[in-house]
């Protein structure tokens, strides 16, 4: 089977757009399976950086089929913003993006509750990146929601955004102290969507299914990260949909005998944007080093990321219920300039050893974590291309992570772009 997922292994931003564009140069489609344009998925080409947040990153290599799924959540406003901003970089979508018919959509007033909702949490939000992702999602899981499919039938789209207004507008005004919002103006705005859409329109489900059985070589690109899995992460600090690998079959229509490999991207330290537990977070100046060496400010925000030590107790956590048998290790050239490097071994918590991830993440608020010390190799990796030729002691932190894992890196990253890669 030639289909591989591509899973971000800890809380987003590892490097999941730069890995996907990467190994898009060998793969026929790339199709996202679950989020929306909470994503913010990086890529560098010929010294330009796009930032992706619906449309799949293999979009840039011209050869390449592009899908959003069905387990997508998508904001037409954004994929619109998305695709011009392709054409005008001289990109062709056409022919070549495929949208379900099944994926839901962002409408005007899931936004608006998104950041509502937030606002009145105060103290307690979740920090979400204010694109409707949850409100959507809490639609599509009430059997509310408005699909693409709907934006092809004018009485549909009407009749489905009259029966949702009627609440929607109550809640705004009665809990949010918002305005209203019109039914005949939004009608119209996506219902010029429609025709802008309709190109894209196809039954993905379909269309994957069949290019498999064809023996075509198959990206799957997770978004977010296994642990703001709505199921297996932080919760309630997490997304509202399920990027961890078992999504994509959800989220594609695929079924899970047609799952060749599953790669875990993860960075080389953790991050953490939007508030929710974080063990190995670094409140100092190691930290702030992480954070301006990384360029850890968010894709899609532009928030700073929190930044801390890599937790391999949580990456251990990732690997098995993703099922990663692979790993793609980015931004290990963030860590050039330390003397010394902690990783995250086990958790301590009331006098107790934790070696797994608690299944209840309210103890990860308090206990503290275990560190072992590695040496750094306190050099440039500039211009290394070759595994053999790395530092010894970058070689040591690869090859901790590998026994502690028990899984390969087979590829690092050393820079955003494309060249500055090992694959082994
Ligand atoms: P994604 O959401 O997983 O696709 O990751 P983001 O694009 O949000 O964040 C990753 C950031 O790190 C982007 O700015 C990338 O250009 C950058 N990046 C990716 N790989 C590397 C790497 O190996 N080294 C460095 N220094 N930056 C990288
Ligand atoms: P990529 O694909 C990092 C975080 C938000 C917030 C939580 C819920 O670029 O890795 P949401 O808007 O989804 O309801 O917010 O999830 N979050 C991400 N963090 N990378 C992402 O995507 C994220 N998408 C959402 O910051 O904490
Ligand atoms: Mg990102």
Same mark, same amino acid.
């Given at each position: 089977m030639n289909t $591989?997922?591509?899973?971000?292994?800890?809380?987003? #931003?590892?490097?999941?757009?730069?890995?996907?564009?990467?190994?898009?140069?060998?793969?026929d489609i790339v199709a996202r399976y679950q989020g929306g344009a909470n994503a913010g998925h990086t890529i560098v080409f010929q010294g330009k950086k796009f930032v992706? @947040?619906?449309?799949?990153?293999?979009?840039? @290599? =011209?050869?390449?089929?592009?899908?959003?799924?069905?387990? &997508?959540? /998508?904001?037409? &406003?954004?994929?619109?913003?998305?695709?011009?901003?392709?054409?005008?970089?001289?990109?062709?979508?056409?022919?070549?993006?495929? *949208?379900? @018919?099944?994926?839901h959509l962002i409408m005007p007033y899931h936004k608006i509750l998104d950041t509502a909702r937030e606002h009145q949490a105060a103290g307690n939000s979740i920090g979400t990146t204010g694109r409707g992702i949850g409100p959507s999602y809490i639609d599509k899981f009430s059997r509310v929601?408005? %699909? /693409?499919?709907?934006?092809?039938?004018?009485?549909?789209?009407?009749?489905?955004? %009259?029966?949702?207004?009627?609440?929607k507008n109550t809640v705004l005004r009665k809990i949010y102290g918002k305005e209203e919002l019109n039914i005949e103006k939004i009608v119209q705005e996506y219902l010029a969507f429609d025709t802008?859409?309709?190109?894209? /329109?196809?039954?993905?489900?379909?269309?994957? !299914?069949?290019?498999? $059985?064809?023996? +075509?070589?198959?990206?799957?690109?997770?978004?977010?990260?296994?642990?703001?899995?709505? #199921? @297996?992460?932080?919760? =309630?600090?997490?997304?509202?949909?399920?990027p961890t690998s078992g999504g994509a079959c959800t989220g594609l229509g695929v079924p899970p005998t047609s799952i060749g490999t599953i790669m875990g991207v993860v960075k080389?330290?953790?991050?953490? &944007?939007? !508030?929710?537990?974080? =063990?190995?977070e670094l409140i !100092?100046?190691?930290?702030?080093?992480?954070?301006?060496?990384?360029?850890?400010?968010?894709?899609?925000?532009?928030?700073? %990321?929190?930044?801390?030590?890599?937790?391999?107790v949580a990456l251990r956590y990732s690997v098995m219920i993703n099922g990663i048998s692979e790993i793609a290790l980015t931004k290990i050239d963030?860590?050039? !300039?330390?003397?010394? *490097? +902690?990783?995250?071994?086990?958790?301590?918590?009331?006098?107790?050893?934790? +070696?797994?991830? =608690?299944? #209840?993440?309210?103890?990860l608020e308090t206990l503290t974590p275990h560190y072992v010390t590695l040496k750094g190799w306190n050099t440039s990796l500039a211009g290394i291309t070759n595994y053999d030729n790395l530092p010894e002691y970058t070689k040591k932190y690869i090859q901790f992570i590998e026994e502690f894992t028990e899984t390969k890196v087979s590829i690092v990253s050393l820079s955003p772009s494309r060249e500055d890669t090992i694959i082994r």
């Open positions: $591989r997922i591509i899973v971000g292994a800890q809380w987003g #931003d590892e490097g999941k757009g730069k890995v996907v564009d990467l190994l898009s140069e060998k793969a992706l @947040h619906l449309i799949p990153s293999g979009i840039l @290599h =011209p050869h390449c089929q592009c899908i959003i799924g069905n387990g &997508v959540v /998508i904001d037409p &406003v954004a994929l619109m913003e998305e695709i011009q901003m392709l054409e005008q970089l001289g990109i062709s979508i056409e022919g070549r993006l495929f *949208i379900s @018919h099944k994926a929601g408005i %699909r /693409i499919v709907d934006l092809l039938d004018r009485k549909t789209l009407e009749e489905k955004l %009259r029966a949702n207004l009627e609440e802008q859409i309709d190109p894209y /329109i196809t039954d993905t489900t379909a269309l994957l !299914n069949q290019a498999i $059985r064809d023996g +075509k070589s198959v990206l799957m690109e997770g978004a977010q990260g296994a642990l703001l899995d709505v #199921d @297996h992460g932080t919760y =309630p600090y997490v997304t509202s949909s399920n080389a330290y953790s991050t953490r &944007v939007g !508030n929710g537990p974080f =063990p190995t !100092n100046s190691d930290g702030e080093f992480l954070r301006k060496e990384g360029a850890e400010f968010g894709a899609t925000t532009g928030r700073p %990321r929190r930044c801390g030590w890599l937790d391999l963030v860590l050039n !300039n330390f003397e010394e *490097i +902690k990783v995250c071994t086990e958790y301590h918590l009331d006098g107790k050893v934790l +070696k797994y991830f =608690p299944a #209840d993440s309210s103890q």
